[in-house]
């Protein structure tokens, strides 16, 4: 072999190899620092305490009122977006909380964002929202009843509590297409009168279709094919999803979530162009410039009844629904006294 010839080859191998190594080096580095999650992992659900039973059911006749009596709620059934901004603001005064229309106008038509404050002690504030829309042709049982029946569990259980930072739990309108990521969605609107304000908002929440979990192989899916080696393949768990610049918020919530030991978790800080990170209202508070953490069921990716109208009540797992919901309350207690 002509010695110019081994000289080309061996600096062809060479190039190759420090590709090689460079993208072992890189993903090894992502991992480490997006992917990672902090406290320890359960393999399987708890069993339901007596309390956790009540909330169980609470869940369920939420679910059902939203997504069955009132059923597609959107600009197209306007009627009946109006009726569940009104059994979510007859929700929080039944549990002794005053809420708020946070309102602006679509089409000639008014929209509301409904707002319940618990005052803290200092001025942080934490955010805890849920879209009440649903797609159209679609009641939205998991799409998000089971988010707004998370939502207001999660009030009725702060509404007698004295905490540091202020509590707003937030249900918001227009969340789905045709509004989705434009200036007309719900959170969007809130979000920048928030800003416009000055509100210091120190972490948001947004409960994103969390009650569909499975234990068959291969029931979860994800949006980029390399993310599936650091993520199981059994849609069992509950997921915790943040943009890279609330990797903090994110990190401490799912450790939080961790401690109580109640249902399998995943989480991930990615950038917010991969494929369903930034698919709810998280989206909109990002926007703004505050952290934000979405906790969702990955339904795209797990939920054969996502933005169908087979999306009704009885597809929910009430039981892990409820693990998921318990282990939230710990989360937004920690971080209602921790953030300042």
Sequence with gaps: MPRSLEVKLIGSWRRVLILFVSLIVIGIISWWFLLRMPGQKVTSAAALSPA??????????????????????????????NAAADFIENSFSRAGLQSRRDSYELDGLACHNIETEIRGSSPCIVVVGAHYDSVFGAPGANDNGSGVAALLALARRFAARSTSCTLRFVAFVNEEPPYFQTPRMGSLVYASRCKARGDQISAMLSLETIGCFSDKPRSQLYPVPGIRAFYPNTGNFIGFVSNVRSRALLRRAISRFRQQEKLPSEGAALPSFVPGVGWS???????????????????????????????????????????VVSGVEAVVADLAETLH
């Design 281 to 323: 209202d998280q989206w909109s508070f990002w926007r703004q410039g505050y952290p934000a953490v979405m906790i969702t069921d990955t339904a795209l990716f797990r939920y054969p009844y996502y933005h169908t109208p087979a999306d009704t009540p009885d597809k929910i797992d009430y039981e892990r629904f409820a693990l």
């Design 52 to 81: 956790e039973v009540a909330l169980r059911d609470e869940l369920r006749a939420s679910v059902q009122m939203i997504s069955s009596e009132i059923g597609e709620r959107n600009m197209v059934h306007y009627s009946e977006l």
